[in-house]
Structure formats: structure tokens, C-alpha cells
């Protein structure tokens, strides 16, 4: 069996509203699905992380630089495919964008070999520890608007996001520390005191400031801080860490075994978020998974993008292994995002219904069974979408 092609499609749609985070305000909803074809007549399908002109970039890296490499590779060889392309492009770039468009290559040979052994990815791996995911919600993005307004927003968006079923709340934060509590405790009495919620911060503090939140979050009882600081300042994750008694989370911005070796060895985290889309794809993830474990740091997948991206993440979530073991485990959650997201509610032949699923099953969704990462985007929905690069 070969590869014969290797295509990226750059999807996006003007979003009905402008939403934002603590970098910055965006108006377009982007996604970038990878689809392998093969001399076989099986087609793979993956998905790179990176929103906006990023995904251009991607695309580029995916059709211009690493499809020449991979062509006529048995698309079964993954594991050989991805250390060429690594290794190839380890001089240009051991993180960031090259390792975005590699991730989403190397999900489409996962799904090329879960079709060929007629078998879902949970299985290729090892199989499931559970077969259905709860799942939180986030939402409460920042918007062009005051304060007050923000507090009041924030307050009918957590009560609205409990009320469809999920497990729990994540909100964002950036406002400015002092104001950035404030929201918190308009969430927490929102909630109430027995659902949990996580903040936010997409790395926009300092480590004073970020102490100066952290303390408020162990006040509110919140669940998880996520990237408090930004991804480079380990010694910032590590104070704030054996500072706070709040769970200190992050990762999402980190890449491959080696940048994720630093994290855990020096133990950042209270909570790893690896997303699949950007870590290096499916192979890495697993390394990556293993390594946290070894360091007895449970996963908690990032998960962003389409339909293909959130079906590749169930896939992952159902096949982490119980650490450390016992009656009453700790179970992984699946992120779920809650604002405007055709290419994760349109995108696919049969729909996932996630949001259905939630609000029938008491915050949990199932793991796709068909073989591969389990599910198949719609062509027309995908043409009507492309943007014309
Ligand atoms: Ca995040």
C-alpha cells in the first residue's frame, strides 16, 4: 500500500460574533483537515491545529513540504513516516507549526490503519478503559466590552452551560488580575458550590499576578488553573505549583516528547492538557501519554477544531489507562466548546451530537466504534467551506 497524496483543506466561516481570549478578539472560525489518499482507495483523514492565517502556513508545510517526503510511503510505516519527517525537519523547526502539520498527517495514517484492520483507533491502541467520555463545556469567552457587562455575561453563560448537562465550566480570563477574580466569583455563585469550574488564563500573567488570582481560585474552590504563565517560565509553573492549592494546569503550547519531558521531569503540572493536533499527531500523543504517566501526572486532552479533531480525542480519551487504579477512579474529561462551531456540529455524514449526547446521558458522549478515528466528513460540506488558496 502507498501514499499517493497528501491535501490539506483550509476551511472558514465568519463567525455570527467576535469572541476572544486573553491574546487577543477573532471574528473567523478556521480549521485545517488533512486527507491522505491511497493507491488502495483508502483515505485517511487528520486535522491541524492552528486557527486563522496559521492554518494557511500549515497547509503549505502539510502539501509543499511534507507530502513530497512521504509519497509512496506504506501509510501502515507510520511510525517510520514520522521520524523521517521529524528528523528531516528538525533544523526548521522541533516545535510550533512544523510539528501542527506533521500532528495532522499522522492522524490521517492512524485512521488509514484503523480502516485497513477494520478496527477504531481505541482498539489499535490497546482498547478502552471506559466507553463513554464525560465532557465539560467551556465558553464565557472575552468579548469588546466593559467589566460589569462581562461579570453578567459570564453569570447566565456558566448557568446556561450546567444547565445543557456538562460536568463542568471552564471560562476565560485576561481582564487584568483584580478584575479577572471578580468574574471568577460571578461564575462560582452562578454554579453554586457543588460543580466544578476551571479558569483560563492563556498564559497571560505574570507569576505575581498569577498568585495574586491563584489565591482567589483556592478561595472559589476552582478546579483547575489552566496556563497561568506563559509556556516557556517552567520555574513560574513550578512556584506557582508547590505555592497554590489549586491544581495548576497546562501544555497545550508544548511539543513533542522532549518539550513535554521538561514539564514533567520538573513537575509543572498538577494536570496535563497535550493536544493532539500540535504535539506531533497520535504517535506522539501515546509517547507523550506515556511519559505523564511515569511521572504519575494524569491527561486531560486540549481539544480544539472540527468534528475530526473531537472524534480523534474520544478515541484517545476512552484508551488512557487508570492511573494510579482503584474503585473510584479519576476519569479523563472531554473539552468541549460550547460557542460557534459549524465544522464541529456540520462537518460530518452522520453527526456526532455531542451537545444531544450531553444533555441525554447526563454529561457523557460515546466513542465512535466505526474503524479508524470513526467518522467521515461530509464532501460537499467540505468544498462549500475550502478557502481558495
Ligand atoms: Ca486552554
Redesign the pocket.
Known amino acids: 500500500m502507498k501514499i499517493t497524496s497528501v491535501k490539506s483543506h483550509v476551511l472558514q466561516y465568519n463567525l455570527p460574533e467576535e469572541l476572544g481570549?486573553s491574546q487577543q478578539f477573532y471574528n473567523r472560525r478556521t480549521a485545517n483537515i488533512i486527507e491522505i489518499g491511497t493507491d488502495e482507495g483508502i483515505t485517511g483523514w487528520g486535522e491541524c491545529f492552528g486557527p486563522g492565517n496559521v492554518a494557511i502556513a500549515n497547509k503549505t508545510i502539510v502539501e509543499r513540504v511534507i507530502q513530497p517526503m512521504v509519497l509512496g510511503d506504506d501509510p501502515l510505516d507510520r511510525d517510520v513516516t514520522w521520524h523521517k519527517v521529524y528528523n528531516l525537519l528538525r533544523d526548521h523547526g522541533q516545535k510550533g507549526m512544523p510539528l501542527q502539520a506533521l500532528s495532522g498527517v499522522d492522524i490521517a495514517l492512524w485512521d488509514i490503519t484503523g480502516k485497513v484492520a477494520g478496527l477504531p483507533l481505541h482498539k489499535l491502541i490497546g482498547g478502552a478503559h471506559r466507553t463513554r467520555i464525560k465532557t465539560y463545556g467551556?465558553g464565557m469567552m472575552l468579548k469588546q466590552e466593559n467589566v460589569s457587562d462581562h461579570a453578567a455575561r459570564f453569570r447566565d453563560e456558566a448557568a446556561a452551560i450546567r444547565d445543557m448537562g456538562f460536568c463542568a465550566v471552564?471560562m476565560k480570563v485576561g481582564l487584568g488580575a483584580k478584575f479577572d477574580v471578580e468574574l471568577c466569583k460571578a461564575v462560582r455563585e452562578s454554579v453554586g458550590e457543588n460543580y466544578d469550574f476551571m479558569v483560563?488564563a492563556?498564559h497571560c500573567y505574570t507569576t505575581s499576578d498569577a498568585f495574586y488570582v491563584g489565591r482567589g481560585l483556592e478561595e472559589l474552590g476552582v478546579y483547575w488553573f489552566?496556563?497561568p504563565v506563559a509556556p516557556e517560565d517552567l520555574d513560574g509553573y513550578c512556584e506557582l505549583r508547590a505555592g497554590l492549592n489549586v491544581n495548576i494546569s497546562?501544555g497545550?503550547a508544548e511539543f513533542n516528547r522532549w518539550g513535554w519531558r521538561q514539564l514533567l521531569e520538573r513537575r509543572c503540572l498538577d494536570i496535563a492538557?497535550p493536544e493532539v493536533c500540535a504535539v506531533g499527531g497520535i504517535s506522539e500523543y501515546l509517547r507523550i501519554l506515556a511519559l505523564a504517566h511515569a511521572h504519575f501526572t494524569p491527561v486531560i486532552n486540549?481539544v480544539w477544531g472540527s468534528a475530526i479533531a473531537v472524534a480523534a480525542n474520544l478515541q484517545l480519551l476512552a484508551a488512557i489507562p487508570p492511573i494510579p487504579g482503584g474503585m473510584y477512579q479519576w476519569e479523563p474529561l472531554l473539552e468541549f466548546d460550547t460557542t460557534d462551531n459549524r465544522f464541529r456540529d456540520e462537518l460530518l455524514e452522520t453527526p456526532l451530537n455531542i451537545q444531544e449526547q450531553v444533555r441525554s446521558s447526563g454529561g457523557y458522549v460515546n466513542v465512535p466504534a466505526e474503524p479508524g478515528i470513526g467518522v467521515e466528513p461530509d464532501r460537499e460540506f467540505l468544498n462549500f467551506h475550502e478557502l481558495d488558496l
Open positions: 481570549y467551556y471552564k483560563d492563556n489552566e496556563e497546562g497545550e492538557h486540549h
